[in-house]
């Protein structure tokens, strides 16, 4: 009887134990996760991965691990949309890409996370945003539209390009009639614009956001607040942006001042105005397409950055809505 088949093995030296680690993952689930997704065996000896499996999967497999390097080589942690992110590039033949995306590092996160683009659209984005004094980006949830935003504002405001950061976005639940809500100003908004206090928080810490927002240096008010005033030396960004009507797309345009940056961000998709109401996104995006100093980025689906099942739900969603069928299922 012939004795069990041999696989052939091949090995990477990793350079430090922080960078194993990273890539074992906790209890080992990255490379649980990585042996998932390529079919081979990966196993930690010391400062050595060892990989066995058939020529594909060992093929497939020191692949992934090898665009996964710019994480585990700084001992950044592999989460599952990593993975997926480098599977993508792989299976489609941009590898090279991914490999310029793990180049640009745009900020470190509160955490100490590395943060950069993740996908080549989100790369483009944030390139637009540095180019460009107007940007609009439409895309699902999860593609990282607000986060990269934010990300780009602060690093402007930190490197004094701008002197100060304006965060707002449509309240469409309480009408924009914020006087009949409870408290203060801040107390008013607080419930809409948590998302932006959320990323800022994120890269700034929670005390000094809170420092900042005292000083006046960053605001973060409802777009009702925007009219009537000039947006000079600042980043702005206008947050929810398919909630805006025609008319309060064209008021917040039009604010943007001397030494200014403004990004506009929304999913079409996803509107809570009227049905038959324009929105004023949808509107910007077609009327602005060809004018000069304004960038229009689409992300989708593919560049959700949240839970892998984030994305799987989106497409699904994007299937029925192009399918034509009924949104509500009528029952007899």
């Known amino acids: 009887m012939a004795g069990a088949e041999t696989l052939p093995l091949f090995s990477i030296d990793l350079p430090h134990q922080e960078g194993a ?31 066995q499996g058939r020529p594909s999967q060992l093929e497939r497999a020191s692949a992934l691990v090898e665009l996964l390097r710019p994480l585990w080589g700084e001992g950044q942690p592999i989460g599952a949309v990593d993975l997926q992110t480098a599977l993508n590039a792989l299976d489609t033949g941009r590898s090279s890409e991914h490999r310029e995306l793990s180049q640009q590092v745009l900020a470190r996160s509160q955490s100490g996370k590395l943060l950069r683009p993740r996908t080549v659209r989100q790369k483009t984005y944030v390139e637009a945003m540095e180019r460009h004094d107007l940007t609009l980006a439409l895309g699902p949830a999860g593609t990282g539209k607000t986060f990269l935003a934010t990300v780009q504002a602060v690093r402007m405001l930190q490197e004094r390009r701008v002197e100060r950061l304006i965060l707002t976005r449509p309240a469409v639940e309480a009408g924009e009639r914020l006087g009949f809500l409870p408290g203060d100003l801040q107390q008013k908004v607080d419930p809409y614009l948590r998302p932006l206090y959320d990323a800022l928080h994120g890269l700034l810490g929670a005390e000094r956001t809170t420092a900042l927002l005292e000083k006046g240096v960053i605001e973060v008010a409802p777009l009702a607040y925007m009219r009537g005033r000039t947006l000079a030396d600042a980043f702005v960004i206008l947050d929810e942006a398919q909630n805006t009507t025609t008319a309060q797309m064209r008021m917040v345009l039009t604010r943007l001042g001397e030494n200014s940056r403004m990004v506009v961000t929304g999913d079409p998709t996803q509107s809570d105005l009227p049905r038959e109401q324009l929105s004023g996104l949808v509107e910007a995006a077609g009327v602005l397409a060809d004018v000069e100093g304004v960038a229009i980025c689409h992300l989708t689906a593919a560049d959700v950055v949240r839970h892998p099942l984030v994305q799987r739900m989106v497409q ?14 009528q029952r007899g």
């Open 21 to 51: 680690l990273a890539l074992a993952g906790e209890a080992e689930t990255t490379l649980h996760r990585l042996e998932t997704l390529t079919g081979a065996s990966l196993v930690l000896r010391g400062l050595q991965l060892v990989i």
């Open 316 to 329: 699904a969603y994007a299937r029925r809505d192009s399918s034509g069928l009924p949104r509500t299922v």
